[in-house]
């Protein structure tokens, strides 16, 4: 029972030193991107830096308890989360399309595959979606965990654990109906022109 207690209460150091770690390394991340003279939002921060002589670190973490308020209580939600959660990735999958590195590309690629994954299991369950408290500020919390810039975000995370085991189960089934509906929608065109004529 000791042994147990300490390997939990190890794992569990291990866990947090390492989620400690990740967090650091996004912190980093995100000081880098506000300062990369290259982005766009560069300029912008630079002159509210200076016209109010807060750092553009603070005031991109007062934007972002602005929008989680917004998010929270305010006015289209909806919008705000959808714009965050397809604004961003989409300006990011264009990066990731022109650039010669392939990681990214996969990394987006994951993205987009749990996001509409995602979006079709709420597509059913939106009948439901109003009931919650706070919806959009979770859904938003939602997709920035899916897109967050670590090794293991939650469009790895879930990609890995749920959707890449369903689809290595049933993938052929799937590809074996695509090819039949093909094959048939070919057939029924077939017969239209031949009626034509």
């Known amino acids: ?34 300062y990369d003279e290259s982005k766009p939002w560069t300029k912008l921060l630079k002159s509210v830096e200076q016209a109010t002589g807060i750092d553009r670190q603070y005031l991109f973490y007062s934007f972002l308890v602005l929008v ?18 397809i604004a961003y990735p989409a300006y990011a999958s264009i990066g990731a399309i022109e650039s010669k590195d392939s990681l990214d590309d996969t990394k987006w690629l994951t993205y987009w595959v749990v996001f509409s994954s995602f ?6 369950a939106s009948t439901i979606v109003g009931w919650f408290p706070f919806y959009w500020l979770f859904k938003c919390l939602f997709f920035t965990w899916l897109m967050v810039p670590i090794k293991a975000n939650g469009s790895i995370v879930l990609y890995n654990y749920i959707i890449k085991p369903y689809f290595m189960q049933y993938h052929e089934i799937v590809d074996e ?21």
């Open 68 to 85: 989680l308020l917004w998010l929270g209580v305010g006015y289209a939600g909806q919008l705000v989360c959808n714009f965050i959660g």
């Open 1 to 34: 029972m000791y042994l147990r207690a300490k390997h939990f209460c190890n794992k569990s150091i291990l866990n947090t030193i390492s989620m400690s770690h990740d967090l650091l390394e996004l912190k980093d991340k995100v000081i880098k991107q506000l």
């Open 119 to 124: 979006s079709f299991i709420e597509y059913f």
């Open 177 to 197: 109906a695509i090819l039949q509906a093909q094959s048939t929608a070919s057939e029924i065109l077939e017969s239209a022109k031949k009626k034509d004529r």
